[in-house]
């Protein structure tokens, strides 16, 4: 059983930037592709980012494109998420997960973690 965990949410000006990580306890992550998705208040949960078990491959909604940066360390059983140029609009609880194909739908991944919450501020 992977045990996801979040860290690097914190409050932050709208054009400031964050790196947001999500550590697996109890098994390795290589042989997963791996997701943050995003709950913003009041609404459900979105994909943000995708990355391929070996990491050759990403993929991000429109509106995070250019801004954010998937990326993971199978060795440290660690992603990421780069955030740069950050806008209001980016409030939300993120959510790692993973599962055993890059999908877009959060249906289609088997472990989550707690969610860190991200609050940007004009």
């Known amino acids: 059983q992977v045990h996801l965990v979040e860290s690097g949410g914190r409050s932050v000006q709208a054009g400031g930037f964050l790196r947001l990580s999500c550590t697996a306890s109890?098994?390795?992550?290589?042989?997963?592709?791996l997701a943050w998705f995003y709950e913003p208040p009041g609404s459900g949960r979105d994909f943000v980012a995708a990355?391929?078990?070996?990491?050759?491959?990403?993929y991000y909604s429109d509106s995070v494109k250019g801004r954010f940066t998937i990326s993971r360390d199978n060795a440290k059983n660690t992603v990421y998420l780069q955030m740069i140029n950050l806008e209001p609009l980016d409030t939300a609880v993120y959510y790692c997960?993973?599962?055993?194909?890059?999908?877009?739908?959060?249906?289609?991944?088997?472990?989550w973690g707690q969610g860190t919450r991200v609050t940007v501020s004009s």
């Open positions: 109890g098994g390795t992550l290589s042989s997963y592709a």
């Open positions: 997960a993973a599962g055993n194909l890059v999908r877009f739908r959060k249906d289609d991944y088997d472990y």
């Open positions: 990355i391929s078990s070996n990491g050759q491959n990403t």
